[in-house]
């Protein structure tokens, strides 16, 4: 009975683990600090409330409870032990004849972490309700004030990073203002909101085709947002943005610009590059230990590519199912199959009807891109009931031109702010 | 043109803006400290994850935005001065012709305040999905233990109050544990949880006919609840709950015991009973200011009743209306009808075709007052939308044991934990 740690309940963690579920002489333990997977490409839009947290995350232990031989831990790793074959969590211990790391990447503000605070990223459930709660409040905080300078600050919205999900934030707020919110006010008018995409290179979405990036470039000037490219950020503080001799007074600074892979690599003595990513092999296996695998955004995988993978869906899933492949032909004693990208294109959505997709010399924008866009997001939520929610939902928003529950939850309760839940807590004796 | 201002958006608040909406010579502001109405009588099923916070809760903006008379603000009203007629609140001062206090109530430890760490209330979104992290982190910390006395300490869970919220968290927590988790763990048999209701009176629902509530009473044994009336709790720690010479080890303790009126009354200088109610006269105003008006929780209200009307959504529908009502007769010259409850019955849930219903001398339980609970809470669910997404939500849970999303959302945003929101702190120069 060979036992498989996952570390990582992400696209590569969940699928990795399915391909391992109720298979002989195998036992799977995932770890995650969290207790659902989260179908991250639609994040955004439970921070814009197009989505309730709950049509876009799934427990775990849901996903995985037809295996017998998962079990699931909410917990933390802390470290690893590549030459004891050993992981420290939180929760003791545990040995493994193969681990699988996939942990992802977390937001990184290039050595000013204190920015963080001005400038929330968009990669947990937490944040997105964050972000949520300072839009939103902008608003409101715009309709009490008489205040006509504090007014513009306050419906001034800056985006640091114009890749897909800058774009994506952008484009839902332009279209929020110039939709959905201008009749709920009576003291302000919505559609006055200023919105900034500041990204340092060139041009936005530089991954995607130049054609088809100025075609969204023109799409998102329509709801009003203005691209300021070739511009880097040299500080954010709680009252705006400062771009070389520039300076943008905003009371809301998105971060959408660099990520960085957790320390466990790192730590463990793999080699990584400099956005902290394990250098894999060509199995995804990290170098000098053949039975620990890297997978997802948290691996460097630059074999047959120009540019190594980028930190996409697609290539964590497909990562993951290559990862469990080549653990049952290690235990059947079959040899290893080399990972190979297979490219599915990619694609980032504006507003209504509005999207792009690339799909390799394939591009073409608008509302066949758009539709595209839903059908193929619909599909990969993971289970059927959220699927039906998910379209009934747009459905909703797209004949009323309404975005759903604009709650702002306030963090009201206000013990143990910092501190873990008081639950683990008990387990250690005062 | 007479302004009224609303203080509170929920029952009371809502019905009484409808009321007055888009009626000549008047204009309205509402005023409350969240930007939504929740419709509080399913909040137990975000707390135990059956609905998402979106399903029950709705922008007051939308609700109110088809009357061109309504402002709404987001704020929080500091004092009231009746002399003056003049509303302080956090953005500055509103004068008023007619004031509706509709504030409600929030949780009372009965001078033990510092209890509430450990035995949260049920009145708020946040408090909900506190509830909810816990209870789930509960099952999480259960699982990753090997020692079975922290073990059994984190299946236990007790709720302080035998109410209709107790009796409706009990019921769940019971449900979700022999029916839905049981399959999602390895380590533990979630069937072995135990569930305590402790009630200080000689028994549980003492507001229905006690052969109502001994029905409940087995049902919800039936699901594994233990019984405690005639019990007061003399302590809560975060081990567990002291009552009387006995004492339960629990890591999961709910409070649904007491509850008080917010202390605006009080300080405006009215006379309020020993809840902080606001004794209200015969038409809702408030003694000696017929131009201010209390309904819904935070009122009184004992005329030709034997008790003073009780805390329930129905109540307050219906003073909100009267309210509305009075007000523009007032301003048509006419004379201000006085307040009479219809009452329509009163229900509560156990779980899955399990309820109790008494209206006037008609009493049923077991799934026909099931399924008038589930039409009747469908019915008044605000908006079409929740309606649809409400009912799709239980009919999937119905037919699959499941409950929806169990998600635990920790609270990592780690800025501001305790302060106001930075855009309305950005109002103020530093």
Redesign the interface.
Same mark, same amino acid.
């Given at each position: 009975m060979k036992h498989v740690v996952i570390v990582g309940g992400g696209f590569t963690g969940i699928t990795a683990a399915r391909e391992l579920g109720n298979k002989p002489d195998i036992r799977v333990t995932l770890i995650d !600090? +969290? /207790?659902?997977h989260l179908f991250q490409p639609l994040l955004y839009q439970v921070a814009m409330s197009a989505l309730?947290?709950? =049509?876009i %995350?799934?427990?775990l !232990? &849901?996903m995985l409870?037809r295996y017998q031989n998962i079990?699931? $831990?909410?917990?933390v790793v802390e470290s690893i032990d590549p030459e004891q074959k050993t992981v420290h969590t939180d929760?003791?211990e545990l040995t493994y004849d193969y681990l699988i790391l996939a942990c992802g990447v977390k937001h990184h503000y290039f050595g000013h972490e204190e920015w963080?605070? $001005?400038a *929330?990223g968009l990669k947990?459930?937490?944040?997105a309700?964050?972000i949520r #709660?300072?839009v939103?409040?902008?608003y409101? %905080?715009a309709? !009490?004030?008489s =205040?006509p300078v504090?007014r513009k +600050? @306050?419906l001034t919205f800056v985006i640091v990073g114009g890749g897909p999900t800058g774009v994506e934030l952008a484009g839902s707020i332009g279209e929020m203002s110039r939709h959905t919110l201008s +009749?709920?006010?009576?003291?302000i008018d919505p559609k006055l909101t200023r919105i900034f995409i500041v990204e340092a290179a060139p041009r936005i979405l530089g991954a995607f085709a130049p054609e088809l990036a100025s075609r969204a470039s023109r799409a998102l000037e329509n709801l009003g947002v203005q691209i300021w490219s070739s511009s880097m950020v040299n500080n954010v503080d709680? /009252?705006g943005v400062q771009i070389g001799n520039e300076r943008i007074e905003a009371?809301?600074v998105l971060w959408a610009a660099g990520v960085r892979a957790v320390s466990l690599g790192s730590k463990m003595g793999a080699e990584v590059d400099r956005s902290g990513r394990i250098i894999v092999e060509e199995d995804l296996s990290v170098p000098g230990y053949p039975e620990i695998f890297c997978g997802g955004d948290q691996a460097h995988f630059a074999h047959h590519t120009e540019y190594p993978l980028p930190g996409m869906a697609p290539v964590a899933m497909q990562q993951g199912r290559s990862i469990g492949k080549n653990i049952l032909n290690d235990i059947k004693g079959k040899t290893r199959k080399m990972f190979r990208y297979k490219d599915k294109g990619q694609m980032a959505t504006i507003g209504r009807n509005k999207a792009i997709v690339e799909v390799g010399r394939l591009k073409f924008d608008g509302a066949p891109a758009w539709l595209t866009w839903l059908l193929v997001h619909i599909y990969y939520l993971t289970t059927f009931?959220h699927r039906?929610?998910v379209l009934?939902?747009w459905g909703?928003s797209y004949f009323t031109f309404?975005h759903?529950?604009? @709650?702002?939850? &306030?963090?009201?309760? #206000? $013990?143990?702010? =910092?501190k873990k *839940?008081?639950?683990?807590? &008990?387990?250690k004796p005062d």
């Open positions: !600090r +969290k /207790n659902y309730g947290a709950g =049509d %995350a799934e427990p !232990r &849901n409870s079990t699931v $831990f909410k917990g929760f003791g963080e605070e $001005f *929330p947990t459930i937490a944040q309700t964050e #709660r300072r939103m409040e902008a409101e %905080a309709e !009490r004030t =205040d504090i +600050k @306050l +009749k709920f006010y009576r003291n709680k /009252n009371s809301t009931k039906i929610l009934m939902q909703w309404g759903g529950a604009r @709650l702002i939850v &306030n963090k009201e309760w #206000r $013990f143990y702010p =910092d *839940p008081c639950t683990t807590q &008990n387990e």
